[in-house]
């Protein structure tokens, strides 16, 4: 019987850049219903009925209606702070991005107030009801899907941006041991590879096979991405064609103390210089 130390999470870190959770508020006239969802699931949570005084009322000059109107406004305020209880009392383990759609004031007021750190600010969709809810998911789904792209993106051109300060490798030799010091701050990797071999948990030096020759052997491009994550960098798996010249792996080194102190000296007397042209 063998018993595998290690498991591939290239698929899993895959599976967790591209099928996003999030959270739905949808906020009617009279209720507000929190849903949580993924590309594949959408399910609603709970629901919860406004006071009466929140219905929706017609439209009077009357000194009773001012009254109303005046009184409405506070139960807003109570209202949305008792989302964000609500809310923050639903999420102390899941911090997933938070759609908001339904009736303007009270979804203004949300938005503003919303003390959920990760609710993004604009409305996912300009009404919220239950005959709209399949082309809201749709849209959420949409934009979660946009958001990875553009996050392999910007991590592409911050490694074009590291590479001209000499803080960026294509090798991968030179990546490995950058990973086992734990100088690797972002694993580029391209999830249809697999590069069999050993790393030398101590060194970093690499024995690359042909093929999987036993059950030690590994995907190299995997145990990197464990060894990155473990020692605090990031990792964003992507297909080959998404990276340039398709490569299998590309990596942000961590830029040395001394280099780091030789940045802030020069930008320090930059600033030294700008000042005394200013005086």
Do not use: M
Not at 24 to 41: C, D, H, K, R, V
Not at 58 to 77: A, D, H, V
């Amino acid at each position: 019987c063998v018993l595998a130390t290690s498991f591939h999470i290239k698929p899993l870190l895959r599976w967790i850049q591209y099928d996003r959770e999030f959270l739905f508020l949808g906020i009617s006239e009279g209720t507000a219903s929190l849903y949580q969802g993924n590309q594949n699931s959408f399910t609603l949570i709970d629901t919860i009925i406004f006071p009466a005084i929140l219905q929706k009322s017609t439209e009077s000059s009357s000194y009773e209606e001012l009254k109303k109107r005046r009184l409405k406004s506070i139960k807003y305020n109570e209202t949305v702070e008792w989302l964000n209880e609500w809310i923050f009392s639903l999420t102390k383990n899941i911090k997933p991005p938070l759609f908001v759609a339904g009736v303007k004031e009270l979804t203004n007021v949300f938005l503003k107030e919303s003390r959920y750190q990760n609710t993004v600010r604009q409305p996912i969709w300009p009404s919220y009801s239950q005959e709209k809810i399949g082309e809201i998911c749709f849209e959420i789904r949409s934009f979660l899907r946009k958001e990875a792209k553009n996050d392999l993106e910007h991590a592409l051109i911050e490694f074009y941006q590291a590479e001209d300060y000499n803080l960026a490798s294509k090798n991968i030799f030179q990546i490995a041991k950058a990973a086992i010091k734990g100088k690797v701050r972002k694993l580029i990797i391209a999830d249809e590879i697999n590069i069999f071999g050993k790393i030398d948990k101590k060194s970093g030096g690499l024995a690359v096979h042909p093929a999987d020759l036993d059950h030690e052997d590994d995907d190299i491009l995997d145990d990197l991405a464990q060894e990155v994550l473990a020692r605090g960098g990031e990792v964003i798996v992507a297909k080959r064609e998404e990276i340039p010249k398709g490569r299998p792996i590309l990596a942000i080194l961590e830029r040395p103390d001394s280099e780091l102190s030789k940045t802030y000296n020069e930008q320090s007397n930059r600033d030294q210089k700008v000042e005394r042209s200013a005086v």
